[in-house]
Nanobody, 125 residues
C-alpha cells in the first residue's frame, strides 16, 4: 500500500523560506515521476514542481527560480525547498506519485495515481 505523508508546512512572512517533506512508503521515490501540487482556497489544484529520473525537474512559471524539488533516496522522501515566499504561495501543498517514469506534461494532475493529505502553507505580507 502506497502512503505519502507531507510535513513542514506552516506560517511565514513574505520573503521567508520553508522546506516541505513527503515521507513515502510502499513506493520508491527514485523510480517514477513525482510532484508537488498546491490548491489555494477557491482555486483549482495546480502543479508546482515535478521530478523524473528520465526528464529531470520541471516547475510552474510562478515558482521558477524560487522553489527546488529534490529526492532523498536514503530516507525515501520527496522534498520541496521554497524560498522568497510570496502571499500568493499560500495554499495546501500536496505530494503526488505517478506509475509512469515521465510525461510530456508532468504538471498535469492526471499523471499521478497516489496522493498525500496535504500540508498548509500560509505566507503573510
Amino acid at each position: 500500500q502506497v502512503q505519502l505523508v507531507e510535513s513542514g508546512g506552516g506560517s511565514v512572512q513574505a520573503g521567508g523560506s520553508l522546506t516541505l517533506s513527503c515521507a513515502v512508503s510502499g513506493y520508491t521515490v527514485s523510480t517514477n515521476l513525482m510532484a508537488w501540487f498546491r490548491q489555494a482556497p477557491g482555486k483549482e489544484r495546480e502543479g508546482v514542481a515535478t521530478i523524473s529520473r528520465i526528464t529531470g525537474e520541471s516547475y510552474a512559471n510562478s515558482v521558477k527560480g524560487r522553489f527546488t524539488i529534490s529526492r532523498d533516496t536514503t530516507q525515501n522522501t520527496l522534498i520541496l525547498q521554497m524560498n522568497s515566499l510570496k502571499p500568493e504561495d499560500t495554499a495546501m501543498y500536496f505530494c503526488a506519485a505517478s506509475d509512469r517514469g515521465w510525461s510530456y506534461f508532468p504538471l498535469v494532475e492526471d499523471n499521478y495515481k497516489f496522493w498525500g493529505q496535504g500540508t498548509q502553507v500560509t505566507v503573510s505580507s
